[in-house]
Every structure is written in C-alpha cells, then in structure tokens.
C-alpha cells in the first residue's frame, strides 16, 4: 500500500482494531498531573498556552507540534537546545494541551487555527517568526505564512504533511468517512490507554526510532484523552484532506523561504509526496532527506533542526 493512500489504509486498520465507544480521561486527573507549563494569552478566538525561552537577536522561532501533541513534544529537549541561540516559543494548538478551540464551524480549519496562534504571538512581540510546523503543524504554519507573509521570515516542514491525497481520499470525506475514520482512531487511542499501551502508541510514532529517555512520562498523554482534546484532534483528522487541499490550493503565492527537513523512513507521511512533490510545487522551498529516520525527525535531528533555522535566520 501506497503511503500516499494513508486514509483509506487508516479506514480499514481502524474498522478492524476499534470496539467500544471512547471512555474520555477526566480531565481533572489529567491536568492535574500535568499543569500548564508556560502562560496563557487570551485572544478573540480563545485562550493560548505557549512556553517563551531564549532571547537571541535574530527572529523569534515558533513551534507548532502536530496530531494528539501538546507543547510538550517540543519542551522535553528541544527548546532547550534551540534556545541558546533563539527565542524559541512553543504553543499548544487549539483545542490541544491547554489552548481553547472556539465552538465554530471551520475551527480544524489551519488558517483559523493559524489566525489564533497568530494573535497570541502578536501580544508577547514576537515578530517576523520563523515558524516551525511537525506534522499536522506544517499545515499549520503554512498557513500562517500564506495568511500573513509580510510578517514571516521563513517555514520549516518537520515531517509535515503538506500535500493532499489523491486516489480515494477525497471521495470518503465526500461521504463523511473521515469523521468515521477519526472517530475509530480516537476509540483506538482512548482503548490504548485503557490497556496500557500509550508506550506502543508512542513507540510507533517514533518507529524506527525510539523515544528520547522520560519522554513518555513527561509529554502528558492524558491530556490528548480528555474530551475535548479527542474532539478537536477527530475534527483535524477527519478534515485532513480538505484542510491541506485548501493550504495547498495557496502554494503559488508562496514566496518566503520554506525549508524541509522529513525522514526517508517516515511510516506515516511518505517524503516521496510530502517532501519531494511539494519542493517541486513550491520554488521557494528546500528538502532536507534523512535518512533512516521515521516521524519524529525533530527528535531524531535535532542538530539538522537547528542548522536550517540558523540558516533561515
């Protein structure tokens, strides 16, 4: 199977692991075990939790993490190591860790969740950013460029998922089964969790790597098992392919520099499509391919991570 028909492959792994409907953690429990890490910043659209660190002279460096994550991802290593040299701000996307999703239709939108995260940076003076996007992220920040390109310095792709899917895809979303398909994986998760195996969910994602020592207990897994995080990752999910077809849509006006750096042994998004294929799209944008490195590659390269900002900034 083609990585590039990830959703209908999703479907059938889905329909046939899932069970009972999800059983939500509480989400006292939850955050009680895991608090907010940095502050909040309110705006028109809800409030955002972002961690600020570092003070260097060049532009601030903004980290978007991707699908079921939290700030987390990025603060157990990586701010501190990029730090040295940036300003480095990592903010829960809306509906994740402890940013508010608003109750409107077109919230998984990326240029609406871009325009919140926009507005939050604008309050604590980060300007002209180099934003940072991992996986669903990229969706993210690509947006926010395409919105607002005057007032960023450049993107980089982290394993991002930057273009649509042909074949099936957008016919299962025409009938409503990506809402299915995001539905299953959040009953897969919650079912996960329930029998312990967040350790083999983490491991996958990471796969052929590992995860870095006290990753899993510090990121705060039950924070993506509260309701309304599993409600906001579900809508990201099953929207997936509208969301990117409609950044993607935008590619020609892309000018600013764009760097991408995604792992030739990503299981989930394929560099073939997702790096390759949109290089080509995007005359601005730059691959870098690792090799023998799966989905966390800002984890796995942290050191190529820091080169292509430093190189962006």
């Not at 669903?136 to 919105?147: H, K, M």
Request: aromatic residues 6%; neutral net charge; hydrophobic residues 40%.
């Amino acid at each position: 199977m083609k990585r590039r028909t990830f959703l209908t492959g999703t479907a059938v792994t889905f329909l046939t692991t899932a069970c009972a409907a999800p059983r939500p953690t509480p989400e006292p429990r939850a955050e009680a075990a895991y608090p907010p890490i940095g502050q909040i910043v309110d705006t028109r659209f809800g409030k955002v939790h972002l961690t600020d660190q570092g003070r260097g002279d060049g532009p601030p460096v903004i980290l978007i993490h991707g699908a079921s994550g939290n700030v987390r991802d990025w603060t157990h290593s990586i701010t501190s190591r990029l730090s040295a040299r940036h300003r480095v701000i990592a903010m829960d996307r809306p509906g994740f860790g402890y940013s508010e999703r608003p109750d409107v239709d077109g919230s998984w939108r990326p240029a609406m969740q871009a325009e919140q995260l926009r507005e939050a940076a604008a309050k604590i003076g980060a300007e002209n950013p180099i934003i940072v996007g991992h996986s669903w992220g990229a969706g993210v920040a690509l947006a926010w460029a395409l919105d607002a390109p005057d007032d960023v310095t450049g993107v980089v792709s982290v394993s991002g998922v930057t273009m649509p899917w042909g074949g099936l895809a957008p016919a299962l979303n025409a009938l409503g089964f990506g809402s299915v398909i995001a539905g299953l994986y959040n009953r897969r998760m919650t079912r996960s969790a329930e029998n312990g195996g967040v350790q083999r969910f983490v491991e996958r994602a990471f796969r052929p790597q590992m995860p870095p020592p006290g990753y899993l207990d510090y990121v705060g897994a039950p924070l993506a098992l509260r309701e309304k995080t599993l409600n906001a990752n579900g809508a990201d999910l099953a929207n997936t392919n509208p969301a990117i077809s409609e950044v993607a849509g935008r590619y020609g006006e892309l000018r600013l520099p764009i760097e991408v750096m995604h792992g030739d042994a990503d299981w989930l998004l394929g560099i073939e499509q997702h790096g390759q294929e949109f290089v080509a799209a995007v005359p601005s944008a730059r691959l870098t391919p690792l090799p023998a490195v799966g989905h966390m590659a800002h984890h796995a390269r942290t050191d190529v991570l820091a080169s292509l900002i430093q190189r962006m900034a």
